[in-house]
């Protein structure tokens, strides 16, 4: 417990900034001006995503359907995969949360690995994998001019629950309404997604540090290639974000494996896992999937590889800033400590007290019965019910909501991520929103 408590007190007062940053960048930085730019299937489109990736403080979950809706708004194979590789990795979040436990060094390399991984994995799939490409292209185009013709019919007819989402209308807002937004995505949003991990990540960490002896990773010790074969086969199947990977990796180092190591597993972790490996497979096929794995597997262990060279040969010591539990407490400042009280609030109110209050379930419904009524008394429109499956978090169903708003036919679909229910209203068919969620690595059911 000891241990938990320092690690928290070190890495609260980086974690608030990181959570507020990210929800500024989420309320003031349209979601138009992401897929804008990557349709074309050539170097740019990857440095895009790769750029618009990095800062973006999605989790290892949520970071799937956002890759797949930008596919399937017309981003290249390419560009889809290297936003996938890089946007797990990083965020603001995660950056400021390395500096703080494991020195700037690491939060120095840390994207400029996820960088180089995902331009290199991201320009391979464009040349290697160009199926369906022009397809896509054509789709996209499509449903572009779909949407100019039908802009006015549904301007109205979207979910009023968690407006601040729908970027579409952020230029429309007021400061005040984004400032708003930005604080309800960062700290109670963000919470709920990635809280759960990093309680995990640090219980971990802390059970690493007691019940691990000093002496079983001895034959790893100073062992490159060894120690990045150990993490690479606990890394990249289970799940672990970006944020939460830390002080996982700080425990692993301080129990004698490499640095590099370290690296490996905070880029490894978080970009993969069974299930972005299984939708990767599913929505891009095969011979993008190995693209994918290989890029990140190379790519750690090459980037390990590095840091372990400059720390083996006196260039940088990378466990100099490493916070350990047997550091004094006494530096602890009040601002810490406060910061710590702050944090543990928000996750008490987003994995607990929302929860309990059942805040998570949309009450769009009402709201949408109440304007069919007032607007267009003369025509019933039918309601449906049906379970997604696979959603894990808001951006899970923020993707599955666009999505099925996105069919023809539906004049309003709300989406509630406790109950994996979503509920439609219009003329679509039923194959057409199967085809909608499937496109996003998701399953519709009845």
């Known amino acids: 417990m000891h241990e938990i408590i320092h690690i928290i007190n070190e890495m609260s007062p980086y974690l608030l900034l990181g959570f507020l940053l990210a929800g500024l960048m989420h309320a003031f930085i349209p979601q138009q001006y992401y897929s804008k730019y990557l349709a074309k299937p050539n170097f740019r489109s990857v440095l895009y995503a790769t750029l618009f990736g990095i800062p973006l403080p999605l989790c290892s979950c949520g970071v799937i359907p956002t890759a797949m809706s930008l596919r399937k708004e017309g981003a290249s194979k390419g560009a889809a995969t290297s936003f996938l590789i890089a946007t797990p990795q990083t965020g603001v979040d995660s ?4 500096s703080s436990l494991m020195g700037v060094a690491y939060a120095i390399i840390r994207p400029i690995a996820a960088l180089i991984t995902a331009l290199f994995g991201g320009t391979l799939v464009n040349k290697l994998d160009k199926d369906s490409e022009g397809k896509i292209a054509d789709n996209h185009e499509h449903e572009h001019e779909h949407e100019h013709e039908h802009e006015h019919e549904h301007e ?18 007021t400061f005040g309404q984004k400032i708003k937004s930005a604080l309800q995505y960062g700290y109670v949003e963000m919470m709920e997604d990635i809280g759960k991990w990093l309680i995990i990540g640090l219980i971990v960490a802390g059970m690493i540090t007691v019940f691990v002896p000093a002496e079983a990773f001895k034959v790893f010790e100073g062992n490159t290639l060894l120690s990045m074969l150990l993490v690479l086969a606990i890394a990249v199947p289970m799940y672990v974000c970006a944020t939460g990977s830390i002080p996982i990796a700080v425990a692993l180092i301080m129990k004698g494996l490499t640095p590099g190591a370290g ?4 880029m490894a972790g978080p970009a993969c896992n069974m299930a972005s490996m299984l939708v990767v497979k599913k929505v891009m096929g095969t011979k993008t999937l ?25 260039i940088i010591d990378f466990t100099a800033n490493l916070v350990s539990s047997t ?22 109110n ?11 379930h949309c009450h769009c419904h009402e709201h949408e019965h109440q304007h069919n009524h007032s607007h267009n008394t003369t025509e019933i429109m039918e309601s449906k019910t049906y379970t997604i499956e696979g959603m894990t978090c808001n951006h899970c169903r923020m993707s599955a909501e666009k999505a099925l708003q996105s069919v023809e036919g539906v004049t309003s679909a709300s989406v509630d991520l406790a109950t994996k229910r979503a509920v439609i209203t219009g003329s679509a068919t039923e194959e057409a929103l199967r085809k909608a969620i499937d496109e996003i690595g998701f399953e519709l059911k009845i």
């Not at 690296?263 to 905070?266: D, F, G, P, Y």
């Open 156 to 173: 109205h007819e979207e979910c009023c629950c968690h407006h601040e989402e729908h970027h579409t209308d952020n230029h429309k807002a």
């Open 95 to 98: 950056i400021i949360a390395t």
């Open 263 to 266: 690296l490996v597993l905070l």
């Open 350 to 360: 987003a994995l607990v007290i929302n929860r309990l209050r059942g805040k998570e």
């Open 290 to 314: 190995v693209i994918y794995l290989a890029s990140i597997i190379l790519g750690s262990i090459l980037f390990g590889m590095a840091i372990d060279f400059m720390q083996f040969n006196g």
């Open 327 to 348: 550091h004094s407490e006494e530096g602890s400042s009040w601002i810490a400590w406060t910061s710590t009280a702050i944090l543990i609030a928000l996750l008490i």
